[in-house]
């Protein structure tokens, strides 16, 4: 069954440094997704992107996130200066042009010292 | 803003019994809703959807009601198994057709089936 693949499952970091999350949606998919989750609390969206572009975007997802699309595949989320409270767990997600179901990947876990 | 709203964070049933999850919007220009089954550790998973113009859909032992009036769907779970037990979150989008709508959730209700 196809699935999102995210990497890595859990990135440890120092404040300030520069992270970048990977996805790789299902691969007949259009629109993609980033969502977070930071601990005990609900799921965040965070941005979505359809067509090489940001078509939607969170007030969580400032200056210092950015995400690509570099090569067909996979699919970035970047985080420019880490802080503390972006410590959680993100998630990508894909889905059809032509259906509402969204499918999640299992998610990478960041923790920012 | 809290568009989507699970105001049980948890719940227990056991085994065999049926399971109950609540969930409530604020939006009327949501026309899709969909529920997903978190496990700790790993993605939410999709479970069962259901749009605006029905309201009812049923899968297996997983129904969904959606009462539009009173901006209110359930999910139900029959019988409830033990493996059941996970975080389940409410979702909506306010149009399926559109590129780049957001999907919105709520908060969670952790269900617990007990053997």
């Known amino acids: 069954e196809p699935e999102v693949t995210q990497t890595p499952s859990h990135q440890v970091t120092q404040m300030g440094q520069e992270v970048i999350l990977r996805c790789v949606p299902i691969?007949?998919?259009?629109?993609f997704y980033w969502y977070r989750q930071i601990l005990g609390q609900k799921v965040e969206f965070l941005v979505s992107f359809y067509n090489n572009e940001i078509s939607e975007k969170s007030e969580i997802f400032d200056d210092q996130f950015s995400v690509e699309r570099p090569d067909g595949s996979n699919f970035t989320l970047k985080i420019r200066s880490t802080k503390l409270e972006d410590s959680a767990m993100y998630f990508c997600?894909?889905?059809?042009?032509?259906?509402?179901?969204?499918?999640f990947g299992e998610g990478s876990r960041l923790t920012v010292l | 803003d809290q568009q989507v709203k699970q105001n049980s964070p948890s719940l227990s049933v056991q085994e065999g019994r049926i399971s109950i999850l609540n969930c409530d919007y604020t939006?009327?220009?949501?026309?899709?809703f969909l529920w997903y089954k978190k496990y700790p550790a790993e993605g939410p998973t999709f479970l069962i959807s259901?749009?605006?113009?029905?309201d009812k859909n049923e899968d297996g032992r997983f129904t969904v009601f959606l009462n539009k009036s009173a901006k209110h769907l359930s999910l139900h779970i029959v019988p409830s198994q033990p493996g059941d037990s996970a975080v389940y979150f409410c979702?909506?989008?306010?149009?399926?057709?559109?590129?780049?709508?957001?999907?919105?959730f709520g908060t969670g209700t952790s269900l617990t089936v007990i053997p």
């Open positions: 691969s007949n998919h259009l629109y």
């Open positions: 259901i749009s605006s113009i029905k």
């Open positions: 979702a909506a989008i306010d149009s399926m057709w559109d590129t780049g709508n957001q999907f919105y």
């Open positions: 939006n009327s220009m949501f026309d899709y």
């Open positions: 997600a894909s889905r059809l042009e032509d259906t509402g179901e969204l499918f």
